[in-house]
């Protein structure tokens, strides 16, 4: 039981990170774009 919590929370925080690093790709992109115009 307590290592099908660990991997949980080990997928969750890969997916933060994850979720985190495009977020942060897309801000940089969404700027680039807005700045062109």
Partial sequence: M???A???MLI???CV???ST???KLNT???TVANDF
């Fill in 2 to 4: 307590v290592e099908y």
């Fill in 6 to 8: 660990f991997m949980v």
């Fill in 12 to 14: 969750a925080i890969v």
């Fill in 17 to 19: 990170a994850t979720v």
């Fill in 22 to 24: 495009i977020g942060s």
């Fill in 29 to 31: 992109v969404y700027n």
